[in-house]
């Protein structure tokens, strides 16, 4: 018979730490289901979700490492209990979503980051203006909105109006931060 190894100090503080981590994981998982007026905590482990899901699985292959697989197997059980959020915060779709909408009745939204309509720390340049219209043309969203943008209310640097004509869009609501 197989003489049961001890359990070094390095082992017991990453078994406590693997059952936070894993406690971390299921309110992380349950963050979307959970309303935040319900309970003010619960969305912060929403929030801090992917980086739980790395250490439980950084923690998997530390015991899987140590061949010590009953504990490999309760992170893992957490990720699969928690498949849902884990597919919503990485997102393998395929092309789901791209093209035209399978239902006419569904709203499509986007909301787009344009950062002024040019690549961070570089100046304007037309043709990431056009291919950033060019994208949002494709996926005709009915309802948009833009993030980041220098805009006027009046001549050549009213952004909103230019927006509101390249993509024939009736309806515009438009809050400046500042006029």
């Known amino acids: 018979?197989?003489?049961?190894?001890?359990?070094?100090?390095?082992d017991k503080l990453l078994r406590l730490v693997g059952v936070l981590l894993i406690l971390a994981l299921i309110l992380?998982?349950?963050?979307?289901?959970?309303?935040?007026?319900?309970?003010?905590?619960?969305?912060?482990?929403?929030?801090?979700?992917?980086?739980?899901?790395?250490?439980?699985?950084?923690m998997v292959i530390y015991w899987l490492i140590r061949q010590r697989w009953a504990y490999a197997f309760y992170p893992i059980l957490a990720m699969l209990i928690g498949w849902q959020a884990f597919n919503a915060s990485i997102g393998f779709?395929?092309?789901?979503?791209?093209?035209?909408?399978?239902?006419?009745?569904?709203?499509?939204?986007?909301?787009?980051?344009?950062?002024s309509f040019r690549p961070y720390g570089e100046e304007v340049i037309e043709t990431v203006k056009e291919q950033m219209l060019d994208l949002i043309e494709e996926e005709s969203p009915d309802i948009i909105c833009f993030?980041?943008?220098?805009?006027?209310?009046?001549?050549?640097?009213?952004?909103?109006?230019?927006?509101?004509?390249s993509l024939k869009i009736k309806n515009v609501f438009f809050v400046p931060i500042s006029k």
Do not use: W
């Not at 349950?30 to 739980?52: E, S």
């Not at 035209?100 to 950062?115: E, F, G, Q, S, W």
């Open 93 to 115: 779709i395929g092309n789901k979503g791209i093209g035209p909408k399978a239902d006419k009745d569904a709203i499509r939204m986007m909301t787009y980051n344009v950062h």
């Open 28 to 58: 992380g998982s349950l963050a979307g289901k959970i309303d935040p007026r319900d309970n003010k905590y619960i969305p912060f482990f929403g929030l801090a979700y992917p980086y739980v899901l790395c250490m439980n699985v950084a």
């Open 147 to 165: 993030q980041e943008f220098f805009t006027r209310f009046k001549g050549p640097y009213n952004i909103t109006d230019s927006l509101r004509q």
């Open 1 to 10: 018979m197989k003489k049961a190894r001890k359990a070094s100090f390095l």
